[in-house]
Every structure is written in structure tokens, then in C-alpha cells.
């Protein structure tokens, strides 16, 4: 069965570095998108993309995140400048519609020192 | 903006009980709903969805889920646990319009005891 599959599965940086997540989603699947999840609280949204650009994305995405689909099977969130806050689990998904079920990937820790 | 309550935090039970999670989700209009679970050290996985038709939908494992519009809940059930559901379960919801977001619930830690 296809899954999504996530690199690296654990990420330790240094506050103020940049870090990039790399993702492969499921490959007939045309909606990506990114969660997080902060140790003991909720998973939650970061952005959505398709067609090659951002259809939704939450208060947290701000200036410092970007997403991007460098090829035809890669789905990378990069953070310009990383901050202690942005330590947690970071979720790719994807999905054959917009409101279809989400497949998740295994998730990568972050970990910002 | 739409919420979605899961009413326990952490459950604990014994093997042959039968568990119950409930979910409530606060969205007006109409949403596509689903229960994921998430095994020690694993990914999120889907265990049931329901999109429309027939309101009690069964899923992996011997999960079922039922889902009440006037209650806006959509409350996951299993008659008999085992060790192995023990687990973290997640309800979440999107709605059938712009959004592209799922909303989850905070998760309910189930441990079951042999």
C-alpha cells in the first residue's frame, strides 16, 4: 500500500538555523499539506498546497515558513530561522481531493536547541 | 472557527472491555469526519471516515463510529479491546466547503491492561 514517507525522522538544529523537511507524498495524489504538533498539545494545521501554490495556510505559518514542490515527488517545509517554539513533530499528508481522507507520514522531531 | 472536543483525556481498561471515545465538533454546516490512531512510536493511521449515508460506519480493527448531526458528535466505539489498541486516537474534522484544513481534537491516550 502506498504511504507518505518523511526525511529526516529526527532534525536537531540550532536556534536561528535553517532547517528543511523533506516529504514524499503519495504518488497520484494531488493535495499536500503540513501539521505540527508541539509535545502534549494538538496536532495542528500549518498549510495546504496545490496546483503549485498555497490554497490555505494557519496563523502559525508565518513569514519564516515556506513549502515547495522542487520536483515531482518531493514536498519540502522549510524554516528560515529557527526558533525554541518550532520544536515538535512536523506531519506531511496528502490527498486525492480537498476533502478527502489525509494519509500522514511518520512525522519528523524537531528539535531546536 | 470550527473546534472539535474529545471528552477524555486518557482511558484505562482491561482487555474484553469495551471502550467508547467520544467527539463532539462545533461546525455549523456539513463535514467529513474521521477517527486516526496512532500506535507507540507509529504514524497516524486511519482507523474509520465518514463522509455520507449510513451514520454508523465500521472501520479497522473492529472499530465503529457513529455519527449523530443533531448531536454534533461522532463518538468511536469497540465492544471488546485488546492489548494492542493500546494507543493514542485522534478525532478530526473538515468542512465541506473552502477548507482544506482537518481540525483534531486534542487525542485520548487509551491504555489497555492485559
Known amino acids: 500500500e502506498p504511504e507518505v514517507t518523511q526525511t529526516p525522522s529526527h532534525q536537531v538544529t540550532q536556534m536561528g538555523q535553517e532547517v528543511i523537511l523533506r516529504c514524499v507524498p503519495i504518488s497520484n495524489h494531488l493535495y499536500f499539506y503540513w501539521y505540527r504538533q508541539i509535545l502534549g498539545q494538538k496536532v495542528e494545521f500549518l498549510v495546504s498546497f496545490y496546483n503549485n501554490e498555497i490554497s490555505e495556510k494557519s496563523e502559525i505559518f508565518d513569514d519564516q515558513f515556506s513549502v515547495e514542490r522542487p520536483d515531482g515527488s518531493n514536498f519540502t517545509l522549510k524554516i528560515r530561522s529557527t526558533k525554541l517554539e518550532d520544536s515538535a513533530m512536523y506531519f506531511c499528508a496528502s490527498s486525492g481531493g480537498s476533502q478527502d481522507t489525509q494519509y500522514f507520514g511518520p512525522g519528523t522531531r524537531l528539535t531546536v536547541l | 472557527a470550527q473546534s472539535v472536543s474529545q471528552h477524555n483525556h486518557h482511558v484505562i481498561l482491561s482487555e474484553a472491555a469495551s471502550l467508547e471515545l467520544g467527539c463532539n465538533y462545533s461546525y455549523g454546516g456539513t463535514v467529513n469526519l474521521f477517527w486516526y490512531v496512532q500506535y507507540p512510536g507509529q504514524h497516524l493511521q486511519l482507523l474509520l471516515k465518514y463522509f455520507s449515508g449510513d451514520p454508523l460506519v465500521k472501520g479497522i480493527k473492529g472499530f465503529e463510529a457513529e455519527f449523530i448531526k443533531s448531536k454534533f458528535s461522532f463518538n468511536l466505539r469497540k465492544p471488546s479491546v485488546q492489548w494492542s489498541d493500546t494507543a493514542e486516537y485522534f478525532c478530526?474534522?473538515?468542512?465541506?466547503?473552502?477548507?482544506?484544513?482537518?481540525?483534531f481534537g486534542a487525542g485520548t491516550t487509551v491504555t489497555v491492561r492485559a
Open positions: 478530526a474534522v473538515i468542512p465541506i466547503s473552502n477548507d482544506y484544513k482537518l481540525s
